[in-house]
């Protein structure tokens, strides 16, 4: 393997605008007052395309510190018989998962492994703590492979009621462990449970959306995007859950306007939730910056009702400086949102007009994407990227022998921390 050089770059706090370097693992500006993400400035201004496979081909605006092994890809192109039942000129999908005709490999089936991907390129090679990662399934499963496949330690804690989305193609690497909150909790109860195991210091956060890594990653989308299509979209669909990606996307459409070589203009983020769990959905139509409150009991019931589980955040970087609330306002942009039965015809949809299955998050985007349709709230001519988050996986689970993870334990969501450390501590040895 040719030798590799670390990515060169700086980091911004959106909230005051200051550079500086970082230290690491930086997640935060280290004196900023307000709640802020933070944004990498990369010294390479024109994006470039790298020979190395996979994902690590923009790797110029990835902050990696070191190549690990990585043939994942995820794929975009103009859609034909979609577009055609939409009535749609421009229609392109970026395909994450696996649909290997058109080039998406993605063995987990989902675009969590933009993230894992990167977020593991940043951590340091001599690194001896444990990584821990809350997630609400697709991003645990990810990140199972990427730190199985490369040896890095990792700690996973989900919700009991989704451990269905925890399986692998091959046996987990040991340097790999789960948890789960017991049943009738959800992500947020999860992010609660891996905050009492982070009051050790044998662990340290991955960091979700304020990790730069986490957020590039899936930046890549938009520029496998805006490289096929020759132009910023104008016109951007996905789910969210977190609204993370949808971040990541504004960041990315920065840098390609930087770049020069894609347009001038900010593309329009359309986003949308799942019903009846809507906490940004309902704050966005109030023109409120503050997430308005959610009964916690009202949310975890919420959460258990919808289809497309992985969307269900009670603790997403709306509000924050340079959080979806900013992304949507300066692209003029908007949240929506789409039932379950409307998810189940647009996955069923896809399924005939393009040949694979789809999550149903990435069928939420979809919805919400007829819905303006047939509105007539989009122009037939309009260049659209529909971000396709997963799928493919009826199809590769098909193909091969699948190992279910299993947890190591499962905590009450009342888990005293001592109890909680001490027994995630013995896990490691």
């Given at each position: 393997?040719?030798?590799?050089?670390?990515?060169?770059?700086?980091?911004?706090?959106?909230a005051t605008g200051e550079r500086f370097e970082d230290g690491g693992w930086s997640l935060d500006h280290p004196t900023c007052s307000e709640p802020?993400?933070?944004?990498?400035?990369?010294?390479?201004?024109?994006?470039?395309?790298?020979?190395?496979?996979?994902?690590?081909?923009?790797?110029?605006?990835?902050?990696?510190?070191?190549?690990?092994?990585?043939?994942?890809?995820?794929?975009?192109?103009?859609?034909?018989?979609?577009?055609?039942?939409?009535?749609?000129?421009?229609?392109?999908?970026?395909?994450?998962?696996?649909?290997?005709?058109?080039?998406?490999?993605?063995?987990?089936?989902?675009?969590?492994?933009?993230?894992?991907?990167?977020?593991?390129?940043?951590?340091?090679?001599?690194?001896?703590?444990?990584?821990?990662?809350?997630?609400?399934?697709?991003?645990?499963?990810?990140?199972?492979?990427?730190?199985?496949?490369?040896?890095?330690?990792?700690?996973?804690?989900?919700?009991?009621?989704?451990?269905?989305?925890?399986?692998?193609?091959?046996?987990?690497?040991?340097?790999?462990?789960?948890?789960?909150?017991?049943?009738?909790?959800?992500?947020?109860?999860?992010?609660?449970?891996?905050?009492?195991?982070?009051?050790?210091?044998?662990?340290?956060?991955?960091?979700?959306?304020?990790?730069?890594?986490?957020?590039?990653?899936?930046?890549?989308?938009?520029?496998?995007?805006?490289?096929?299509?020759?132009?910023?979209?104008?016109?951007?669909?996905?789910?969210?859950?977190?609204?993370?990606?949808?971040?990541?996307?504004?960041?990315?459409?920065?840098?390609?306007?930087?770049?020069?070589?894609?347009?001038?203009?900010?593309?329009?983020?359309?986003?949308a939730q799942n019903a009846p769990f809507l906490p940004m959905y309902m704050a966005w139509r109030n023109n409120s910056r503050e997430l308005l409150?959610?009964?916690?009991?009202?949310?975890?019931?919420?959460?258990?009702?919808?289809?497309?589980?992985?969307?269900?955040?009670?603790?997403?970087?709306?509000?924050?400086?340079?959080?979806?609330?900013?992304?949507?306002?300066?692209?003029?942009?908007?949240?929506?949102?789409?039932?379950?039965?409307?998810?189940?015809?647009?996955?069923?949809?896809?399924?005939?007009?393009?040949?694979?299955?789809?999550?149903?998050?990435?069928?939420?985007?979809?919805?919400?994407?007829?819905?303006?349709?047939?509105?007539?709230?989009?122009?037939?001519?309009?260049?659209?990227?529909?971000?396709?988050?997963?799928?493919?996986?009826?199809?590769?689970?098909?193909?091969?022998?699948?190992?279910?993870?299993?947890?190591?334990?499962?905590?009450?969501?009342?888990?005293?921390?001592?109890?909680?450390?001490?027994?995630?501590?013995?896990?490691?040895?």
């Open positions: 393997m040719k030798k590799f050089y670390p990515t060169a770059y700086h980091l911004l706090c959106v802020s993400l933070i944004r990498t400035q990369y010294a390479k201004q024109r994006l470039t395309l790298h020979s190395e496979s996979g994902l690590y081909k923009y790797r110029d605006w990835l902050p990696m510190r070191r190549l690990l092994h990585c043939e994942a890809s995820h794929a975009t192109y103009k859609s034909k018989h979609l577009a055609e039942a939409l009535g749609l000129e421009n229609l392109y999908i970026t395909f994450s998962g696996y649909f290997p005709e058109r080039g998406a490999t993605m063995t987990t089936c989902t675009f969590k492994e933009c993230e894992a991907y990167s977020v593991c390129a940043r951590i340091s090679s001599d690194e001896e703590r444990i990584m821990v990662v809350a997630s609400a399934g697709n991003t645990a499963r990810a990140f199972a492979k990427v730190c199985s496949d490369n040896n890095i330690k990792l700690l996973l804690v989900v919700p009991e009621d989704n451990l269905d989305a925890l399986w692998a193609d091959a046996p987990l690497n040991d340097c790999v462990k789960l948890i789960a909150c017991e049943r009738g909790g959800d992500y947020y109860d999860a992010i609660a449970l891996s905050e009492k195991v982070l009051q050790s210091p044998k662990f340290f956060s991955e960091g979700g959306a304020k990790n730069v890594a986490r957020r590039d990653g899936m930046a890549t989308t938009v520029l496998s995007a805006a490289v096929e299509m020759g132009c910023i979209p104008d016109y951007y669909f996905q789910a969210i859950g977190s609204g993370t990606g949808a971040i990541a996307a504004w960041e990315a459409n920065l840098r390609l306007i930087e770049d020069g070589r894609f347009g001038t203009h900010l593309m329009r983020l359309m986003v409150p959610y009964d916690a009991e009202q949310a975890r019931c919420d959460a258990a009702a919808i289809i497309a589980k992985v969307l269900s955040n009670r603790r997403p970087p709306y509000s924050i400086a340079g959080g979806l609330y900013d992304a949507l306002k300066a692209t003029n942009g908007d949240i929506l949102q789409v039932t379950n039965g409307e998810t189940e015809l647009a996955m069923q949809l896809f399924l005939e007009s393009e040949g694979v299955d789809i999550h149903p998050a990435a069928a939420v985007a979809l919805a919400a994407l007829i819905k303006e349709v047939q509105a007539g709230r989009i122009e037939p001519s309009a260049k659209i990227m529909l971000n396709i988050t997963g799928g493919g996986e009826a199809r590769y689970r098909g193909n091969c022998e699948i190992f279910h993870i299993r947890p190591s334990y499962i905590f009450p969501l009342t888990a005293k921390e001592e109890d909680v450390v001490a027994k995630v501590e013995e896990l490691f040895g």
